[in-house]
């Protein structure tokens, strides 16, 4: 059919140079004569993000740290971000590539838009689409270094997933990303259920960040919470949790065993 | 599997240099040493690191010498034609995005560590930093090189929002003649190059007249020849 072919030729567009049009060589600063295989490695970097399904939507947290190495780059990253009315998007890993891809589905939404028929995109449509653009890019072996998480509610079904690098893909009650999957996970496992408050879930949240700037290195205590409901997306503004430091056991962990730490 | 894993601890690269661009209230004031090594030898002790992309757009480079020459050229390039088929003067947001589209699509090639900035009328004075990978980022002040690894103890105490002109550079100096004290491959002069509605000025400040810091002495007669 041929709104069919308009639809590929528009996909092509947008895939042709991940972005470029035209011609997809107008910034290539090479020729090459045989095909470019990239695998790259990561610079700028998120780290985890974390999400949860609530009684009234969803809930997303991540903190705002760009790390460079080891070093605390840049501490104002927005890594969460909303698509269209009834969705957000988090990132982790390159920074880069997280604002290609937002570029990329803004130019989705776009391009849906302009169909002006009332129909709009939601979580599902953006996950489907997401994994699409990551495993195409995996098979060109010239992968976006990003794993992105997904989150939304659209005509009162919630839905919350997650979308590697290599285009593996799931849904579930509670995802997290990076060091949150081995720090975060197992407290949602424990402690998740389905009727949680806006407080309680965010309660839950915060006690996984808490934990994750105790405990991983490139996270800062600057975070934001997204909520997403059928009303629309709200992300907070960065704001930072108590810690706790003023445990006896802390302050003289040495005396009685020198050397120890 | 998880990005955070993997080859980037082994890809450490050191870049010679220290470069800086700080928005203060009117303008903003770019800042860089002029040292260019080739290994451990100076190649040159006077180079200038910062770059005109328009009349109103600069560029900090530090990284690969060749690579950033490369991407400034086309970036001059583009820009110089955007502004005849625009009818006025290209903002230094479309100068930051020509610079990171380059540094993005090419980044397998490159190693160039970028900051754009200048001034324009909608938004005034602004910094864009554009890191290895090709990220884009607005900030109220960047550094880049090696040297900036020095640096970020002293900024997050020292840096303040809207500074003067003159507390500004007063600002950049010290930090570049900081980074210059203690890495190696950042040393020479410190050049810098003010933006702001009313045009461009480039100010020179000689090695010998920069700040003497922690166990630095001024230079003098040999003691023996009292």
């Given at each position: 059919m041929r709104w069919e072919e308009e639809g590929m030729k528009q996909n092509a567009f947008i895939m042709g140079n991940k972005?470029?049009?035209?011609?997809?060589?107008?910034?290539?600063l090479i020729m090459p004569s045989i095909p470019i295989t990239h695998t790259q490695t990561p610079y700028v970097t998120g780290t985890s993000v974390l999400g949860i399904k609530y009684k009234d939507g969803v809930l997303i947290a991540a903190d705002t740290a760009g790390s460079y190495g080891s070093t605390?780059?840049?501490?104002?990253?927005?890594r969460l971000r909303p698509i269209g009315q009834n969705t957000l998007v988090g990132a982790t890993g390159e920074m880069s590539d997280f604002q290609t891809i937002l570029q990329i589905l803004d130019r989705l939404i776009i391009t849906n838009a302009m169909f002006d028929d009332d129909n709009t995109l939601g979580p599902p449509d953006i996950h489907s689409y997401l994994n699409r653009v990551m495993y195409n890019q995996r098979n060109k072996l010239d992968p976006f270094w990003n794993t992105l998480m997904l989150g939304g509610v659209k005509n009162g079904v919630k839905y919350l997933g997650n979308v590697t690098m290599l285009g593996l893909h799931y849904v579930d009650d509670h995802v997290a990303t990076g060091f949150g999957i081995h720090l975060a996970q197992p407290i949602f496992r424990n402690e998740w259920n389905e009727d949680m408050t806006l407080e309680q879930g965010t309660k839950l949240l915060e006690k996984c960040m808490l934990v994750l700037f105790y405990r991983d290195r490139s996270a800062i205590n600057k975070m934001q919470i997204a909520n997403i409901t059928e009303d629309g997306v709200k992300i907070s503004e960065p704001y930072a949790l108590q810690t706790k430091w003023d445990y006896e056991a802390f302050s003289n962990p040495t005396v009685g065993n020198e050397g120890s730490w | 599997m998880e990005p955070m894993a993997g080859e980037w601890t082994s890809a450490a690269h050191s870049m010679g240099t220290t470069i800086m661009a700080v928005e203060y209230n009117g303008g903003v004031i770019l800042g860089a040493d002029s040292r260019t090594t080739t290994g451990v030898y100076v190649a040159n002790r006077a180079s200038d690191k910062i770059t005109q992309l328009t009349d109103n757009v600069y560029l900090c480079r530090s990284g690969s010498a060749a690579d950033t020459q490369v991407v400034s050229d086309y970036v001059r390039y583009f820009l110089n034609q955007h502004t005849i088929q625009l009818g006025r003067e290209a903002t230094v947001k479309t100068a930051a995005t020509l610079v990171k589209e380059l540094a993005y699509q090419n980044k397998s090639f490159l190693q160039a560590g970028m900051i754009v900035a200048g001034w324009d009328k909608y938004d005034g004075g602004s910094v864009y930093a554009v890191p290895l990978g090709g990220t884009l980022l607005r900030l109220p002040f960047a550094t880049g090189g090696s040297g900036s690894s020095y640096l970020y103890g002293f900024l997050d105490q020292a840096w303040r929002p809207q500074m003067s002109k003159d507390e500004a550079e007063r600002f950049v100096v010290k930090s570049i003649a900081l980074a210059i004290a203690r890495d190696g491959a950042s040393g020479g002069v410190v050049r810098t190059v003010t933006v702001n509605e009313h045009g461009v000025e480039r100010n020179f400040f000689a090695g010998d007249k920069l700040p003497l810091f922690h166990e630095e002495i001024p230079p003098g007669r040999n003691s023996l020849l009292a």
């Open positions: 972005l470029m049009g035209s011609n997809p060589h107008a910034f290539s605390t780059r840049y501490k104002s990253v927005e | -």
